[in-house]
């Protein structure tokens, strides 16, 4: 474009030469560059060029850009660009004219003004500068003997890696940042966190991937829970007000900084009262620099809009700063106001600009290509950015249902020939592959990037990706602009493949990956020598190289953490799960199967026989452990057996809870918790006639539905005043007690079993029940003795963070035994999610478990259930019910404006599914939900995105392409493919009528056979 004005004569000629240098060195290389060769090398049509710098060059114009242009080995030159077309035709000083560069982080102007640089002090002072050192050495009363301010720069990011890496730099300490995920070459940046000696972490939230790094977390308050200043892209300072209260030892971050700085032993140098002090003392030291706004204090800011610099000290009137802006004078400039300063509103209105000479300058931008090209093994450039709705590494925004839902996985859009040329279709799992490391993403074939450019978002670190996906800045590389030190993010030489087979992310990471560097640029020296395996940290394994991990527990919890291992690094783990049951891990959920004869042990089982060999799981049934050596780090069994071992993970579960009832130990009263519980009520089963089931919540329920189908008369007892009391509203409860008394089931709440004989049991009012088998269902209590006995802390659970480590370093605690933030969890959707979390955890990659909403999906003896978030609506909320007792139908729901809070539904599935779904996505409320004849199920049919498996979050969509793209028949096959059905079993239905779907679909001559029997699961 450049060349165009040069040779159309379309350059402000008086401009240039009254107010800028270095024209003559600019337009010659802009001469050798005509729009013809640029085409050549860009791909944009010279007559394009051609075109936009003529209608640059004829009226207002203004270039503006963001990091996309700055994220490159040539970021500075890319500037330098726009601000020469800028230059040379005169656009800047003049209203809708300039540069501008919009930067991407809410606060970049302001960091630059306090010397947030590692180059800078404040007020745009060079470090390199003696005479700046003086000044900030006086301005902050340095002692004389004192070492004053070093000369030397600091290390911009990716240098301060390299030299963490290479043991230069020890320890590091990192504020509100994720560079585990936003860094280049994220693999390298994770062996050097790993390498130094202390990493402490100051950040609103954790785990990130960062944080579960540190050795130390310090909490800092977010964004309205502290005051201070934000400067914005028009140099305007605005005052940030306290809205909150920061949680728990949260703390604004000047007053962690100045906490350390008192004790470290200069408490007066420290002394701030509050951020407006920190103000204070920054806003002098601007003062005469470019910046200068030593007239404005948080007082000023607070009866002002917000107030743009240059504002020098003495520039009002004391109390002028309500006043407003005063009227323009002859010039036409405003003059001084509290909302736009004394200063100029436009910088460079007087074209004196901040160099030695006043005057602006050109620079020569010659060409220099990618610091990493494509070739024969890597074809494609890979281009990185955000999306929409997520900001950043996703810390925060990552936590929002409601912005996940939009984009709930990391994409990447491949042009249709490169697609076809990787054999890869729309919508599979893809591998993009470079050099340094590799991430697997979904791939959208689209024509709407040039064919050989891949861009996929970087966001989507390990802690929001899918378990081993890895992030994609594991891909790209540490080549950086020389002046800016920005790394190149936008350009790295990768390769697309199917992700079927092969190694996943953490399982490459644990092997040692092939970490060929990308040619590194001509400006920057790398001497680093290659990264040996990261040393143990105190209190975790930094990195575990084949991890020995014992999982003292065989339920579904502890299955789960295995699996979870498995599944992010397959083969690479020694896993040993110690369990005193007899049998395999089995669905214990669907032991009223087993109870009923609806189903045998072994089709509980979750896992076949050889899953446990191939995946380097010994399952040890009947070991029961009796005891943790954790300074030795191993588990002792009861036969005396130790078990050692690197990671220890407890999933001990729980225990029934038993009340002190008399005759409670006779031959015929049983607990229901394993399958050798239920085949001995079974055998009970056939010789009863009554049985009693003590106990109304959902294990009691259970229990009772599975001795319906037995035959004998069954009530239950249940102390509280309805059954599932901690559950259901009275008007769900009712309406489940109508159901089950309509299928045979006596229900007598609000009472309570004071004996038990032979043959009867007597009640707290004094009346008998005849009963020859009685089964004690009252609930269960974590299993905590074994972690007690070892000094591992405990409450009504053993207590774990939200890594769930406990209190014991290298030992993690899942599921029932587990007590988190105060809070023992009993339904399986969030033990599913904590046994996740402990499994990434206990293999190093980051993972959190936030605590979840109460919610459950449930069918007992035929009636299906669906109980989740707030039970009742507050002071502006609002409750629908729909009551239907002839059709046995129950929907209440728990509106806060035009969201759902709450819902309980009986006997609608498809109302449930929709309700999981709009709990966790936040979405607004549909009409037809809202309406009792509504077309809900028809709805929910066309949403391949809504949940059919609540319990392992499996989608509509997920289990339409298993069932088409496997030829699954059966139940059985889908849960094995997808994990649908195996939680509470409630959603097997709907999961056998997509079977039916498919196969009536695929081919038509079959479409009324007879679908085999489905089992629960294999």
């Known amino acids: 474009m450049l060349h165009v004005v040069d040779a159309e004569g379309l350059v402000d000629s008086v401009f240039v030469a009254r107010h800028t240098s270095g024209w003559e060195e600019t337009v010659a290389e802009a001469r050798r560059w005509p729009p013809a060769r640029a085409e050549r090398v860009c791909g944009v049509p010279a007559g394009d060029i051609a075109a936009a710098a003529r209608r640059f060059a004829a009226g207002r114009s203004m270039a503006l850009w963001t990091m996309g242009a700055n994220q490159s080995t040539v970021g500075t030159h890319k500037n330098r660009a726009l601000i020469n077309l800028c230059l040379a035709t005169g656009q800047i000083g003049r209203p809708g004219t300039g540069p501008l560069s919009l930067t991407g982080q809410p606060n970049a102007m302001g960091g630059r003004e306090t010397g947030g640089a590692c180059q800078l002090l404040p007020g745009y002072r060079r470090v390199d500068s003696a005479v700046a050192r003086r000044e900030m050495e006086r301005a902050w009363d340095l002692p004389p003997g004192a070492a004053g301010i070093s000369p030397k720069p600091g290390l911009p990011a990716v240098e301060l890696f390299d030299a963490l890496e290479a043991g230069r730099v020890k320890a590091v300490w990192i504020v509100a940042t994720n560079p585990a995920v936003s860094m280049p070459d994220a693999g390298r940046a994770r062996d050097a966190l790993e390498r130094a000696e202390l990493v402490v972490v100051q950040d609103a939230y954790h785990p990130t991937e960062t944080s579960a790094l540190a050795h130390i977390v310090l909490p800092a308050a977010s964004w309205p829970e502290k005051a201070g200043t934000m400067t ?57 620099r470019v910046c200068d706004l030593s007239g404005v204090s948080h007082a000023l800011l607070d009866r002002s809009p917000g107030i743009q610099w240059p504002y020098p000290a003495g520039a009002a009137p004391a109390g002028s700063a309500t006043n407003g802006p005063t009227p323009r004078g002859s010039n036409g400039a405003t003059s001084a106001g509290p909302d736009e300063g004394p200063g100029p509103v436009r910088l460079y209105e007087d074209h004196r600009y901040p160099t030695p000479d006043g005057r602006a300058r050109f620079e020569p931008t010659p060409h220099r290509d990618l610091a990493e090209r494509p070739d024969e093994e890597l074809p494609l450039v890979l281009t990185s950015g955000r999306v929409a709705d997520q900001w950043h590494t996703m810390t925060r925004t990552g936590k929002s249902p409601a912005l996940t839902a939009s984009e709930p996985e990391p994409f990447a859009e491949i042009h249709p020939l490169d697609a076809a040329g990787a054999r890869v279709e729309d919508g599979e799992p893809v591998r993009i592959i470079s050099r340094r490391g590799q991430a697997t993403v979904r791939a959208r074939v689209t024509d709407s990037l040039p064919r050989g450019v891949v861009f996929s978002p970087f966001g989507w670190g390990a802690l929001h990706a899918p378990a081993g996906a890895g992030g994609l800045n594991a891909t790209t590389h540490g080549a950086t602009d020389p002046v800016s030190h920005q790394p190149e993010l936008k350009a790295a030489a990768v390769r697309i493949e199917s992700a079927t087979g092969g190694a996943t992310d953490v399982a ?71 369990g005193e049951e007899p049998d395999p891990t089995y669905n214990r959920i669907l032991l009223s199967k087993v109870l009923a004869r609806t189903a045998e042990v072994g089709e509980i089982e979750l896992k076949p026989e050889h899953w446990y060999a191939d995946s380097r799981v010994d399952l040890r049934t009947k070991t029961r452990a009796t005891a943790l050596d954790l300074d030795r780090a191993f588990v002792r069994d009861a036969a005396g057996g130790e078990h050692p071992y690197d ?145 591992i802390e405990t409450g009504r659970g053993i207590l774990v963070d939200d890594e769930l480590r406990t209190s014991s370093p290298g030992v993690w605690a899942v599921g029932e035994c587990a007590e988190h933030r105060g809070t023992v969890y009993g339904l399986w959707a969030p033990l599913a999610e904590q046994a996740a979390v402990a499994g990434a955890s206990v293999l190093g990659e980051p993972a959190g478990f936030a605590g979840a909403t109460t919610a459950t999906t449930l069918k007992i003896a035929g009636v299906d259930l669906f109980v989740g978030g707030a039970r009742g609506a507050g002071e502006d909320g609002e409750e629908i019910v729909v009551s239907d007792t002839r059709r046995g139908l129950y929907r209440k729901l728990v509106l806060e404006g035009t ?109 009324d056979s007879k679908l085999e029997p489905a089992k629960v699961d294999a």
């Open 508 to 578: 490459a990471r644990l092997d040692g990956r092939d970490r060929r560097a990308c040619p590194p640029p001509t400006t920057r020296a790398d001497t680093r020598p290659p990264t040996p395996a990261g040393p143990g940290r105190k209190g975790r394994r930094a990195r575990l190289e084949g991890p020995s991990v014992a999982i003292v527990g065989t339920g579904m919890a502890g299955l789960r953490v295995a699996e979870a291992i498995v599944e992010r690094a397959p083969g690479r783990a020694r896993i040993t799960m110690l």
């Open 647 to 791: 990671a220890l993970v407890l999933a001990t579960g729980s225990r029934p809870f038993v009340p002190p009832i008399e005759g409670r130990d006779l031959p015929h009263v049983f607990r229901f918790r394993t399958t050798r519980d239920a085949l001995a009520i079974a055998k009970a089963a056939e010789r009863a006639q009554r049985a009693v089931v003590v106990g109304g919540g959902l294990l009691g329920l259970e229990a009772a539905a599975g001795l319906l189908r037995r035959g004998p008369d069954v009530t239950v007892i249940e102390t509280a005043d309805r059954l599932m009391a901690q559950q259901l509203d009275y008007g769900g409860a009712a309406m489940l007690r109508r159901q089950l008394e309509a299928l045979g089931l006596t229900a007598l709440p609000g009472r309570s079993v004071t004996r038990i004989g032979e043959d009867r049991l007597r009640l707290n009012g004094g009346e008998e029940l005849a009963a020859d088998l009685v089964v004690i269902a009252a609930g269960v209590r974590a299993q905590t003795s074994l972690a007690a006995e070892a000094g």
């Open 899 to 1007: 969201r759902l809070a709450g819902a309980i539904v009986v006997n609608e599935p498809h109302v449930a599914r929709r309700v999981v779904e709009l709990l966790r996505t936040g979405d607004e409320v549909t009409p037809a939900l809202l309406d009792p004849g509504g077309d809900v199920e028809g709805e929910a049919a066309d949403d391949h995105g809504a949940i059919v498996c609540s319990c392992n979050r499996v989608t509509r969509g997920e289990l339409v392409e298993a069932i088409a793209e496997r030829r699954l028949e059966t139940v059985a096959c889908v849960a094995r493919a997808t994990k649908a059905t195996t939680g509470c079993g409630s959603c097997t239905g709907e999961v056998e009528e997509l079977i039916a779907n498919a196969s009536s679909g695929g081919n038509t001559d079959v479409k």
């Open 232 to 288: 914005n892209s028009e140099r305007r300072i605005a005052l940030m007000r306290r809205a909150l209260d920061p949680p728990g030892e949260a703390l604004p971050d000047w007053d962690i900084f100045a906490r350390l700085g008192a004790e470290l032993g200069w408490p007066e140098h420290f002394g701030w009262a509050d951020a407006a002090e920190v103000f204070d003392e920054f806003a002098p030291l601007t003062a005469g």
